[in-house]
């Protein structure tokens, strides 16, 4: 079912790539297109523009002079008392205001047209502005959806990587327990549990001459069938030899189990050693 999931992760996201490449194409082709054609606009409203400020400018000198040139007429007018040059002077003034008028007009004129083209040109750079606001907002969304995908895309690794961590170890736990059980049956059916320790090897040897030495005073204690077809019929002395050997066996016995008694470690039985010399 993970690795499913992940298959559908990865193939929405190729799509989602795939989608988003081809859209940021077309919108590079449009900011292309775009970038050229507000170019192209921007330097024809720089030149009318500029066409606009000379005219200004140009109005700007014709006013001047004609102003300047109004103010020297009038000023003569008021030096000269004849009559005859004061008609004159009243035609130069007339014709000089005429100018000055005209120019105002040329001037008031260029104004109001740069002021049109202005307001046209101030709407253009509005729509600049908003495309390249609603740009960038596109761009915003893009780069938080990319950054949901990339912290979906390592919490799934990580999830992953723990799965197939704890998957791994749950297998390493599971060999580990097959080989246990078998070591476990070849210890109960194997060869090994015949086999004796060298410390069970140990007491067997030091035990074994001190059992056999018993059995041999046994042996000579008991009388055989040859010893009373030679006594032949003495039983007394025959008794007598048998209670002897008894009495010594026995009295022997005893010592020795005094002495382990006294010098014998807890928890270990010692057999006593016999001397067959003493009997």
């Not at 030096?79 to 007339?94: L, Y």
Request: hydrophobic letters at 30%; one cysteine or more.
């Amino acid at each position: 079912a993970n690795e499913v999931e992940r298959q559908r992760w990865v193939t929405a996201l190729e799509l989602a790539k795939a989608k988003a490449i081809r859209a940021m194409e077309s919108e590079d082709e449009e900011d292309v297109e775009f970038d050229q054609a507000h170019k192209r606009e921007m330097e024809s409203t720089i030149k009318s523009l500029n066409s606009r400020l000379e005219d200004l400018q140009t109005c700007n000198e014709l006013i001047n002079k004609h102003g300047s040139a109004l103010q020297r007429s009038l000023s003569d007018l008021e030096s000269h008392d004849n009559a005859q040059d004061v008609t004159t002077k009243m035609k130069a003034i007339n014709e000089r205001a005429t100018l000055f008028r005209i120019s105002s007009n040329a001037m008031i004129n260029a104004c109001s047209e740069f002021l049109e083209l202005a307001q046209s040109q101030g709407h253009k750079w509005q729509k600049m502005l908003q495309h390249e606001q609603d740009q960038r907002q596109r761009l915003e969304e893009i780069i938080e959806q990319l950054a949901r995908q990339q912290n979906i895309l390592e919490q799934a690794a990580k999830t992953h990587q723990l799965q197939a961590s704890l998957s791994a170890s749950s297998d390493e736990d599971d060999d580990e327990a097959v080989e246990f059980y078998d070591a476990e049956s070849e210890q109960k059916s194997g060869p090994l549990s015949n086999v004796t320790s060298p410390k069970d090897k140990k007491c067997e040897k030091s035990t074994k001459p001190k059992v056999q030495a018993m059995e041999g005073l046994n042996e000579e204690a008991s009388p055989s069938s040859s010893d009373v077809e030679e006594v032949g019929g003495d039983k007394s002395v025959s008794q007598q030899s048998q209670n002897k050997k008894r009495g010594l066996i026995s009295n022997f016995y005893h010592t020795g189990k005094n002495k382990e008694k006294r010098s014998s470690p807890k928890g270990k039985k010692v057999v006593p050693s016999i001397q067959l010399d003493s009997m």
